[in-house]
Nanobody, 123 residues
Framework: VQLQASGGGLVPAGESLRLSCVAS????????MGWFRQAPGKERDFVAA????????RYADSVKGRFTISKDVAKNTVNLQMNNLKPEDTAVYYC?????????????????WGQGTQVTVSS
């Protein structure tokens, strides 16, 4: 599975961005997609994830109430709507996928990764 992320950019604090990630082939079974982010000098952190069957959703505490993850099964796409962005949201955002719905927040459990898209929020 190849993942292609898009939608990053530079915005002032309080504004919004929408990230999208398209998978190269149709997904099936116990499948999940997630978003992670990595700021310079820091580890890759979990942001949000969603399962394809059942639609379970998880968010990091730092983005709850501001970010919304959604899926378009027909288009093999997962989206991340980011509202009320803060300077601390600045990072490279990566989408990831796996054929498992266990431990949605653990980056080491994901098998497929996109190339990353830069999100910069100015103060």
């Amino acid at each position: 599975v190849q993942l292609q992320a898009s939608g990053g950019g530079l915005v002032p604090a309080g504004e919004s961005l929408r990230l999208s990630c398209v998978a190269s082939r149709r997904t099936f079974g116990s499948y999940a997609m997630g978003w992670f982010r990595q700021a310079p000098g820091k580890e890759r952190d979990f942001v949000a994830a969603i399962t394809w069957n059942g639609g379970a959703i998880r968010y990091a505490d730092s983005v709850k109430g501001r970010f919304t993850i959604s899926k378009d099964v027909a288009k093999n796409t997962v989206n991340l709507q980011m509202n009320n962005l803060k300077p601390e949201d600045t990072a490279v955002y990566y989408c990831a996928a796996k054929y498992s719905t266990i431990d949605l927040s653990g980056p080491l459990t994901y098998d497929y990764w996109g190339q990353g898209t830069q999100v910069t929020v100015s103060s």
